[in-house]
């Protein structure tokens, strides 16, 4: 809004271990003290883990295992593979740091079974370092700069079980009014380049694939005009803001709000509609304007 290799992460662990297979993916899941759940999963999903655990997979495709360690009540330790898809901003209490305020679908948070209590949770830690008390850009620093996979820690949101219930009703009710659509979907992606006088084009795209990488995959759009982008972008990095584009159509809301730190990427290069394409998961349908 959020780019693998196989991983494995072991560590000796006293109690029993229950493991199932779910289609595709698995994941790792412990709660410290009780008792112990293990699980693959698929490199692009998300979490993570911390026993011996391994994946085997069609060849020629890469596998991960992860783990998730709840440490505390309050504190929730994930493995998470980039692109996240975290819209964070940045702390209005004073205290520093960002909150989680959105998990899109597509990126590696969303496959997290705990992706529902990240939101309005805090990032602690970014691969051990404290971030708790960084401003905005330090912690989206420290998260760009980490390799893929890499460790984050959230301190929870104390919430009662009464405002919980309230929460997942309000929820119940507002889902329906924006479509929702799987990993994996097909998609219609409609790209115009007025700046090019290239005829619009029309592709189909996977819901959870970059939408950088899709765009670069057909030759006849050109993502990077002129030769100052495309000597001089980021890979993907989500540094340069060159590979910005106006999403023209959102396909009725699915693809959300843009995170503060692509507005501060972007800046006087496009307006309040324009998305950095490297850090966006395909959602759903859309037509997308070059810059």
């Known amino acids: 809004m959020v780019k693998y290799s196989s991983i494995v992460i072991a560590a000796a662990w006293a109690q029993p271990t229950l493991s199932f297979v779910m289609p595709q993916k698995a994941i790792t899941h412990n709660t410290v003290g009780t008792s112990a759940l293990s699980i693959a999963a698929e490199s ?14 069609p060849h020629g495709t890469a596998s991960t295992v992860l783990f998730m360690s709840t440490t505390t009540e309050s504190t929730l330790s994930l493995t ?20 989680v305020t959105q998990v899109n679908e597509g990126g590696s948070a969303f496959e997290s079974p705990s992706a529902e209590q990240l939101i309005q949770s805090k990032i602690s830690t970014v691969m051990e370092q404290d971030v708790s008390s960084l401003s905005f850009d ?42 929702s659509y799987e990993v994996g979907t097909t998609v219609t992606i409609t ?41 001089g972008n980021c890979g993907g990095g989500g540094q340069c803001g060159f590979c910005a584009v106006e999403l023209i159509d959102d396909g009725e809301g699915v693809w959300g709000d843009r995170s503060d730190y692509e507005a501060q990427r972007i800046g006087r290069n496009g307006n309040e509609k324009c998305r950095l394409a490297c850090m966006n998961n395909i959602v759903g349908p859309a037509t997308v304007r070059t810059l």
């Open 44 to 57: 692009y999903a998300s979490l993570t883990t911390s026993r011996t655990t391994q994946t085997s997979r």
């Open 191 to 231: 790209v115009q380049q007025p700046e090019t006088n290239k005829p619009e084009i029309t592709l189909n795209g996977k819901v959870g694939d970059n939408l950088r990488k899709t765009l670069l995959a057909n030759k006849d759009i050109e993502l990077y005009r002129g030769l100052k982008k495309k000597l």
């Open 138 to 179: 330090d912690v989206m620093d420290a998260i760009i700069n980490a390799p893929s996979p890499f460790g984050i820690e959230f301190a929870l949101p104390s919430v009662a079980v009464a405002e919980t219930e309230t929460t997942a009703e309000v929820e119940a009710e507002v889902v329906p009014t924006t479509p």
């Open 80 to 99: 998470l593979e980039k692109p996240l898809g975290l819209i964070l901003e940045e702390s209005e209490d004073g205290s520093g740091g960002v909150i």
